[in-house]
T-cell receptor
Framework: DTEVTQTPKHLVMGMTNKKSLKCEQH?????MYWYKQKAKKPPELMFV???????INESVPSRFSPECPNSSLLNLHLHALQPEDSALYLC????????????FGQGTRLTVV | GENVGLHLPTLSVQEGDNSIINCAYS??????FIWYKQESGKGPQFIID?????DKRQGQRVTVLLNKTVKHLSLQIAATQPGDSAVYFC???????????FGAGTQVVVTP
């Protein structure tokens, strides 16, 4: 099983709303990632969690707040987003480190209005 | 700039023909590469990977070739089918944090 599950699949939110994106995997992976993807562009890394600790924050604005409650779950809390934050948000997981397979979820299509 | 890049943004292929998607990288220390397929509205799907101690790896209808001398890899799809229409990304996963460095992507369009 190489499944990474993301919910919701689609989300429309206003600029004053608070919402959360969720990601779950049961492959025993201890590294989990959030990527942002704009149309016709490759995914761009936002955050890396390794062994449930935040390892990398790629200078992401504080209106995006990641959380890793346990080794299977990864959340992305959203608050006061801007229309330019509209994108496909992808979660991925892998065994930590280099040279290991990484699998993606189907993404959450976020629209900020 | 990007470590990993693609030569062609769009590839049009007739159904039944073979497809070849190319990717160049700049870091000679890169040692692990993944090819992903991304269909419209979906997340990237793992296709095949290759490590730098290999020159070639084969999967079901796909073959990845790695030329470390010229820092180039390619994905070959045999007997391309309509379901192969997608954007294909090569990615390098080479740092200790497991970051994926993606190429720009190639749109493969399969024509009947």
């Amino acid at each position: 099983d190489t499944e990474v599950t993301q919910t919701p699949k689609h989300l429309v939110m206003g600029m004053t709303n608070k919402k959360s994106l969720k990601c779950e995997q049961h492959m025993g992976h201890r590294a989990m990632y959030w990527y942002k993807q704009k149309a016709k562009k490759p995914p761009e890394l936002m955050f890396v969690y390794s062994y449930e600790k935040l390892s990398i924050n790629e200078s992401v604005p504080s209106r995006f707040s990641p959380e890793c409650p346990n080794s299977s779950l990864l959340n992305l809390h959203l608050h006061a987003l801007q229309p330019e934050d509209s994108a496909l948000y992808l979660c991925a997981s892998s065994h930590p480190g280099r040279g290991t397979e990484a699998f993606f979820g189907q993404g959450t299509r976020l629209t900020v209005v | 700039g990007e470590n990993v890049g693609l030569h062609l943004p769009t590839l049009s292929v007739q159904e039944g023909d073979n497809s070849i998607i190319n990717c160049a990288y700049s870091n000679s220390a890169s040692d692990y590469f993944i090819w992903y397929k991304q269909e419209s509205g979906k997340g990237p799907q793992f296709i095949i990977d290759i490590r730098s101690n290999m020159d070639k790896r084969q999967g079901q209808r796909v073959t990845v070739l790695l030329n470390k001398t010229v820092k180039h890899l390619s994905l070959q799809i045999a007997a391309t089918q309509p379901g192969d229409s997608a954007v294909y990304f090569c990615a390098e996963k080479g740092d200790s944090w497991g970051k994926l460095q993606f190429g720009a992507g190639t749109q493969v369009v399969v024509t009947p």
